[in-house]
């Protein structure tokens, strides 16, 4: 009966290396995309929280500069001395010219100034909040369901690459927008596409590939790292379940600021 424990022809004893280190490389692609898609997935809520806090904020940050500058002006004039000259001249300096305003505007000003809701921004009325581009929860499955099919680091030629390489832009420029109709027909063209060869590498590819995905991923943490170092990665970081209430939070502190400034200025021009 001895002969009865022997290892089956085929099974782990039989196995060829190159059959490990396939699937080494394997769960190295597979560990690759999942990180790339927290990566971008991270860069897109950094970019439009960004966006939001420009919207939002920027016109109180504006006028914060501007008070700035007039106290310090008004200052300048009731004491005459040469250090609050060169003081009201800094803070002057620092004021943002109107191109930067408009920037930080974007889609509040129109061709006859302020719109409505950026002039409300600056006062105690209720203002329109700007358009969420955030991506939903729906938009984000789908997002991440095309990024681990069509993912390019799945590729096993150039060719291939490049194919999914332009997918995965349309797919990213789609995920960008929040725009959940494309992101479904983006799915069901891959979905109807040529089904990539699949073909089982030689050693040397399969370590070589290795080492590509380690170089990779080394690439994106220096791109995770900066997006999380960033200013707005930071505070997006502080409340990641409810960025809006952050920013809410953060207009009231500019606008009790705005209100000491003002009061400031007012006493002095008495």
Do not use: C
Not at 44 to 66: C, I, T, W
């Amino acid at each position: 009966m001895a002969g009865g424990s022997a290892e089956p022809a085929g099974g782990s004893e039989g196995e060829r290396p190159e059959a490990r280190l396939d699937q080494a490389v394997r769960v190295a692609e597979q560990a690759l995309i999942e990180f790339e898609i927290a990566v971008e997935t991270f860069r897109v809520e950094v970019e439009n929280f960004s966006r939001l806090h420009h919207q939002k904020l920027g016109p109180m940050y504006a006028r914060l500069d501007e008070l700035d500058a007039q106290i310090a002006e008004a200052r300048a004039a009731r004491t005459g001395d040469p250090e609050d000259v060169r003081r009201a001249q800094e803070a002057r300096a620092a004021v943002m010219p109107m191109p930067g305003v408009e920037e930080l505007f974007h889609e509040w000003v129109d061709s006859d100034g302020l719109s409505a809701e950026a002039a409300a921004m600056l006062t105690d009325r209720p203002v329109q909040p700007p358009k969420r581009v955030r991506p939903s929860d729906e938009v984000r499955k789908l997002y991440r369901d095309l990024a681990r099919q069509a993912h390019p680091d799945l590729a096993r030629d150039e060719d291939e690459r490049k194919r999914r390489e332009e997918f995965i832009t349309r797919v990213n420029a789609a995920y960008a927008r929040g725009d959940e109709a494309l992101l479904r027909e983006l799915s069901a063209e891959w979905a109807a596409g040529p089904v990539p060869e699949v073909r089982l590498s030689e050693g040397e590819e399969l370590y070589a590939r290795l080492e590509w995905l380690a170089q990779r991923k080394e690439m994106l943490s220096l791109v995770a790292r900066d997006l999380e170092e960033s200013a707005i990665g930071a505070m997006l970081r502080m409340a990641p379940d409810d960025p809006d209430r952050l920013l809410e939070e953060i207009a009231e502190q500019l606008l009790a600021q705005v209100a000491e400034r003002e009061a400031e200025l007012a006493a002095l021009v008495r």
